[in-house]
């Protein structure tokens, strides 16, 4: 009797055994430009699926194995590319939408790769945007701006373009393929030098991918980058640097905020809203150290969320790395405090004459006696005008809905090693 029982008895594992679910990260290249991009990355990164999505099949021909291919329009465009025309790379992509929802479905992290300025890459990239926002997954954008050489009519076609994804986008990071000459000279073959922006790119997202998936001294997690890049419509800003030597620390910290692929982009933006960011270091890493790169970042804005990472690798013995993922407001937020910004500046005059205006209101009372009727109006019948809010006023405004969103947002405050990462 006693061996039956002891046969339908179940052992549990302990939790302690249970490993965190694999995340799953798809990275799409759509039109040319795209999937010559992700065709690079994805010889030198593990661990990712890799798409390649175009109207034109010549794009295929250059495939490595191992990425999948997906062509679409081909009863729009018979096989072949839409030249400049955005309206007939959405509707081909629009008659797909079906399949393209499929492509994000069950991703935790898609990144959708194009150079704009084509008809592809500017028309059908905001179809394959919309679809990874409904899968409600994590959706960051990584685009190519056109050469100023390839005209105004290009440039102004991609920039509308960018404006118009980051809508649908937790995050958008834009670079401008006029920067590559400054990471080659003029005696470069063009092959090596298109081959130099996409190296960048490939350790950007080599870093984000071990960042969240390698164990540290303190980790950071996908748990912690769904809550930096929460929400849509936020412009984003890589960060690497690695330095070596007695001067290590100022040496990253230097590369990380003077990479010349970024630090205009980065200058143009406020003040960072969110900060991740992961240090790595051999096992004679120091505490002053970590403490001195800590704090040189944290002084981007000190009222920032910031989330933070410490990992030992052997190597990078006697070295010291930083990866940085800055964040910055939602485009939403942006419009806001343009609004706040413009209604604020009033001349001296303009806002005289509303002071003025703003003392006393005559209103109409309405009494059985005379309604309708405009009646000298009474001392209870006078009421204060509207005036516009005071920069003083859209400060103190702006510093209640920082303390708000601080009282909502207490979890951030949890170190990410504390948390259960388990699912």
């Not at 499929?102 to 945007?129: E, P, R, T, W, Y």
């Not at 373009?161 to 401008?176: F, V």
């Not at 405004?397 to 949890?414: D, F, L, M, P, Y």
């Amino acid at each position: 009797m006693s061996k039956k029982i002891k046969k339908k008895i179940k052992i549990k594992k302990p939790e302690s055994s249970l490993r965190p679910r694999r995340i799953k990260i798809r990275v799409v290249g759509v039109g040319g430009g795209g999937g010559s991009i992700v065709s690079e990355m994805a010889k030198s990164l593990k661990g990712v699926s890799f798409l390649v999505a175009d109207t034109d099949q010549r794009t295929f021909k250059k495939i490595p194995r191992g990425v999948r291919t997906f062509q679409f329009g081909e009863d729009l465009t018979y096989g072949l590319g839409t030249g400049m025309n955005v309206d007939l790379g959405k509707r081909a992509a629009e008659k797909q939408r079906e399949k393209i929802e499929k492509i994000f479905k069950g991703q935790d992290l898609s990144v959708l790769v194009a150079s704009l300025g084509g008809g592809v890459s500017s028309g059908a990239s905001l179809v394959f945007a919309e679809a990874a926002q409904n899968q409600k997954n994590i959706a960051l954008g990584i685009f190519i701006l056109p050469f100023s050489f390839e005209g105004e009519k290009r440039m102004r076609l991609a920039k509308s373009t960018l404006k118009d994804l980051r809508e649908s986008l937790s995050g958008t990071a834009a670079l401008a393929n006029e920067k590559i000459f400054r990471l080659c000279d003029k005696k470069t073959p063009l092959k090596r030098a298109l081959s130099l922006l996409n190296q960048v790119l490939i350790d950007y997202l080599k870093d984000l991918i071990e960042m969240i998936s390698t164990p540290g001294l303190i980790n950071i997690d996908f748990a912690d980058l769904r809550t930096i890049l929460k929400g849509r419509g936020r412009v984003i800003y890589f960060g690497q640097g690695l330095g070596q030597g007695p001067n290590r620390v100022e040496e990253a910290i230097k590369e990380v905020f003077e990479n010349p692929l970024f630090a205009e982009q980065n200058s143009q933006q406020e003040s960072p809203k969110r900060i991740l960011f992961n240090i790595c270091g051999g096992k004679d890493l120091g505490l002053k150290e970590v403490e001195e790169a800590s704090r040189a970042i944290s002084e981007l804005n000190p009222k920032a969320k910031i989330i933070f990472g410490i990992s030992q690798n052997s190597k990078y013995a006697r070295k010291f790395k930083i990866t940085l993922l800055q964040v910055g407001k939602s485009s939403q937020e942006v419009k806001e405090v343009k609004e706040e910004k413009k209604a604020a500046t009033v001349s001296p005059k303009a806002e005289a004459t509303q002071k003025k205006k703003a003392k006393l209101v005559k209103v109409t009372v309405s009494t059985p006696v005379s309604k309708g009727k405009k009646v000298k109006p009474r001392t209870g019948d006078l009421v204060k005008g509207k005036i516009r809010r005071t920069g003083l006023e859209i400060k103190k405004a702006e510093k209640e809905a920082e303390e708000r969103e601080r009282e909502r947002e207490t979890q951030w405050e949890i170190p990410s090693f504390l948390r259960k990462k388990f699912r």
